[in-house]
């Protein structure tokens, strides 16, 4: 008997995993058709900036087919991604009491939309200034030709960073929701958070004065959004417990 109910929540589990699975083979299997497109679209930050006559190459045998599918399967992944959270919310809803459901649900949301907000940002301000930047500053003498396996790892681990950054005011909320940081300390670490900002940002971006400062900046901007949001949240958890 009970076993009953866990057996129960592996076989829902099992099922929403198949329907997230389905839905991200079918949005797949929708664009494969324009999988050259779309990476052209992905590649184009660094072909608009490439001297005249100047292209991309393939060092791989493979890597004509592979790099424009793993871009699609990308792309694939975004677009199925509302699917994919409702299932994961469907299947961990039940569990949770009403209060855990408006505050979860919520930070869900916003810790996607964050992400992929992170990723356009990367895509249509930083790539830009960063791809110029290096354009400008090849040697005479040197072909500036990427390969495109390459460059596909490179901006993916763009997008992953500038997505992870763009979580701090979701990580903030939880840290100050959870009572490991009260609002006092989050306001006095400001000044620190300013230095870590730029230690990220010299770390991860490119050797460049100015793709530094357009991480850091906005680090810094989304911890002043995570403070402001806090700060709402406990002014509604103060209101319900009035209540």
Known sequence: MDQQPL????????????????????????????????????????????????SMIATDVTAPFFVPVKVTMLVAFLISLPNTLYQLWAFVAPGLYNHEKKLVLPLIVSSVVLFVTGMLFAYFAVFPVVFGFMSAVTPVGVS?????????????????????TFEVPVVVVLLN????????????????MIVVAFVVAAVVTPPDVLSQVMMAVPLCLLYEAGILMARLVNKQKVVSTDE
């Open 177 to 192: 929701r959870m009572g490991i940081v009260s609002l006092a300390k989050l306001r006095e670490g400001r000044p620190y």
């Open 144 to 164: 500036m030709m990427t390969d495109i396996d390459k460059y596909l790892s490179f901006v993916l681990g763009m997008f992953v960073a500038f997505g992870v």
């Open 7 to 54: 057996l129960a929540h592996l076989i829902e589990l099992r099922t929403r995993f198949v329907r997230i699975a389905a839905g991200l083979l079918l949005t797949f299997l929708a664009l494969f058709h324009w999988s050259g497109d779309i990476y052209h679209l992905m590649a184009k930050p660094l072909l608009d900036v490439l001297p005249k006559g100047a």
